[in-house]
């Protein structure tokens, strides 16, 4: 039988070539420089040889990698490293034992002969680049890859998976958009050898990459550019793409970079599970390892370009999670406790038990804004302090079904179990596309309904990256619970930037998104307000958060109610509200002053208790 021969293109050609200059130079070439001098024809044959020997201890990207580096890949690693011997239907094995684990032959084809014995030759692909075993660019992109990483299972998950369901298999990734864009290209140095979009090189180095700060975890070969951080937990490689260098790609990095924004460029190496093996929640999520990356959010290998969530969700359920964070690891509540009470108990949904990770945006989020992510506390109000400078929240406390109220996050006001006849509001009381009359109670909406970039809908990348606005409020009016100028809305300055009004009129008629106070020429001019509390001349120069909480997400009282006694930040300052009982009318415009007791309300005071007050 005729022995395979190694055919050498031109890109190995030149890498011979170059790495043969790099030989020449070397400290070892010049101690037997008078060797070369007198059988230099005989050591030059040599050298090429020697070169394409060592040819596979060097990254496909040039002076990238070395024995030390790639020995502390996962590929490298002698335990646990690359063994093609495991393939299924790999030629190899009858060669089985040749080489150990992580050795460069599992890769590339360097010699006829293996252990003696001589291989059966990989698939008739003809000659390959450097001298691989399998085609790994154009038309058969990353079978090399594949032909490991759909095979392999690792402590007890689906074939092909990887340890954590991070990668989850070719089919998978193939639809995902990281491999059908024409963009996904490397476009930064170091460069790849092939201009080839979707390929696993433009992300992961295969024998490693040391970039002076050490080897760079995962394979990855960029890290952070604002902290140094591993880009396999924060931005890393991802801003190599995302960082408007490309035309077509979103530009997180300009998110992300603003002043109220998740902090993925602010910690280091605190994402602990892929590299580690850490079972990551819990304390790995908690106060003083907080982390928000871009992992935590979205799956690279699986993300698509597609769907964008649409609300309103008229399903009774809440809406699947966008197709940009398929296959995301979230946070279920296994039952819910009573009225505003911490929830302390998760189920973690992640590979294998829930393959497609997530199922609704709000368990991403639950993973840090939650008990799981900020650990046991005595009220909602974490002693964290947020980028918008007030002490995030305990946000499933806050969206408790069993609560008097809540936006409808979880369930439908319909099935917020909690609350009390009239659940829903009217069709009035909501703007398009919220104001469908059939569909009033029976609505869900998305986190990133509210909170994203504030330029959004002038085409930033969506999502809650980042904003100039506190809060990351997101839509047309971005300001709550003060305006641009710092001063609280009151009914008397609404304007079109209150966050409210997004989804709430404040006036019926024309102008019903907002409007001043009474009839005149002001803005909304001469529509009548929706509530009837509002319509009170009395109110006309009260903050809104002199009786609404400060952090609308939910209340232990109707319709987002403070009370005085509660504390900052649903309070307001911690002095600001100032209603002492409250009790929900039959309708918006069925309120009178035995509804609400109040602390302070000039001489308009309402002294005396609300029969059956909310708690």
């Known amino acids: 039988m005729a022995k395979p021969i190694l055919r050498i293109n031109k890109p190995l050609a030149f890498f011979l070539r170059r790495q043969t200059d790099r030989l020449k130079s070397s400290s070892f070439f010049k101690i037997y420089t008078g060797v070369y001098m007198h059988c230099r024809f005989y050591f030059a044959a040599v050298a090429i040889f020697l070169c394409a020997g060592v040819l596979f201890l060097f990254a496909l990207y040039p002076d990238s990698a070395g024995s030390g580096t790639y020995t502390s890949t996962a590929h490298g690693n002698s335990t646990g490293g690359v063994d093609r011997s495991a393939v299924t239907g790999s030629p190899y094995p009858d060669a089985t034992g040749a080489y150990p684990k992580g050795h460069c032959g599992h890769c590339h084809e360097q010699h006829a002969s293996v252990g003696g014995a001589e291989p059966t030759p990989p698939l008739s692909e003809g000659a390959m680049s450097y001298a691989?075993?399998?085609?790994?660019?154009?038309?058969?992109?990353?079978?090399?890859?594949?032909?490991?990483h759909e095979t392999f299972s690792l402590g007890g998950m689906p074939t092909g998976y990887g340890r954590y369901g991070f990668y989850q298999g070719k089919a998978k990734y193939n639809v995902s958009a990281h491999y059908s864009s024409s963009s996904m290209v490397w476009a930064h140095t170091p460069l790849p050898p092939y201009n080839d979009a979707g390929n696993c090189i433009n992300c992961h180095n295969p024998h490693g990459y040391n970039d002076g700060k050490g080897v760079i975890p995962?394979?990855?070969i960029s890290r952070d550019s604002k902290t140094g951080d591993s880009p396999a937990y924060g931005m890393g490689g991802c801003e190599g793409c995302h960082d408007g260098s490309i035309s077509g790609v979103p530009n997180v990095n300009a998110q992300l970079n603003k002043t109220y924004a998740h902090p993925v460029h602010v910690y280091n190496d605190r994402h602990t599970l892929p590299e580690t093996g850490q079972s990551e929640g819990g304390s790995s999520?908690?106060?003083?390892?907080?982390?928000?990356?871009?992992?935590?959010?979205?799956?690279?290998?699986?993300?698509?370009?597609?769907?964008?969530?649409?609300?309103?969700?008229?399903?009774?359920?809440?809406?699947?999670?966008?197709?940009?964070?398929?296959?995301?690891?979230?946070?279920?509540?296994?039952?819910?406790?009573?009225?505003?009470?911490?929830?302390?108990?998760?189920?973690?949904?992640?590979?294998?038990t829930y393959p497609n990770g997530a199922q609704y945006e709000y368990q991403i989020c639950f993973k840090c804004h939650s008990y799981y992510g900020l650990g046991a506390q005595a009220s909602p109000v974490s002693s964290i302090t947020g980028p918008s400078g007030s002490p995030i929240t305990d946000q499933a406390w806050e969206f408790n079904p069993n609560n008097k109220s809540a936006h409808p996050v979880i369930v439908t006001l319909n099935n917020l179990t909690g609350s009390y006849a009239p659940k829903a509001l009217t069709a009035a009381q909501m703007s398009a596309p919220?104001?469908?009359?059939?569909?009033?109670?029976?609505?869900?909406?998305?986190?990133?309904?509210?909170?994203?970039?504030d330029n959004e809908l002038s085409g930033g990348a969506k999502g809650p990256h980042g904003s100039v606005r506190q809060y990351m409020l997101a839509g047309t009016g971005q300001y709550w619970p003060a305006n641009a100028s710092g001063t609280l809305y009151t009914l008397s300055n609404i304007d079109s930037n209150l966050f409210c009004t997004n989804c709430h009129p404040i006036k019926s008629g024309a102008g019903g998104g907002g409007g001043r106070w009474g009839g005149g020429g002001g803005w909304g001019g001469g529509s009548s307000f929706i509530n009837n509390v509002h319509g009170k001349y009395n109110h006309q120069n009260k903050p809104c958060v002199t009786c609404h909480v400060a952090v609308p997400h939910g209340s232990k009282r109707s319709r987002l109610i403070a009370y005085y006694s509660d504390v900052a930040p649903y309070n307001y300052n911690g002095n600001t509200a100032q209603l002492l009982g409250f009790k929900k009318a039959a309708g918006p415009t069925s309120y009178y002053s035995s509804n609400c007791q109040t602390q302070s309300c000039g001489s308009w005071t309402h002294n005396s208790p609300v029969s059956g007050a909310d708690p």
């Open 132 to 148: 691989l075993f399998r085609s790994d660019f154009g038309a058969n992109k990353n079978e090399l890859c594949f032909a490991c």
């Open 434 to 453: 919220w104001n469908v009359a059939g569909n009033m109670g029976n609505q869900t909406m998305y986190c990133s309904d509210c909170h994203g970039a």
């Open 218 to 220: 995962r394979m990855l």
């Open 285 to 352: 999520f908690g106060p003083a390892n907080r982390h928000a990356e871009c992992v935590d959010c979205h799956n690279p290998h699986t993300g698509a370009k597609g769907n964008i969530h649409v609300s309103p969700v008229t399903t009774g359920l809440p809406g699947p999670v966008s197709d940009m964070q398929h296959y995301v690891v979230g946070v279920d509540p296994a039952s819910w406790p009573s009225i505003w009470t911490q929830l302390t108990s998760f189920t973690v949904r992640r590979p294998p």
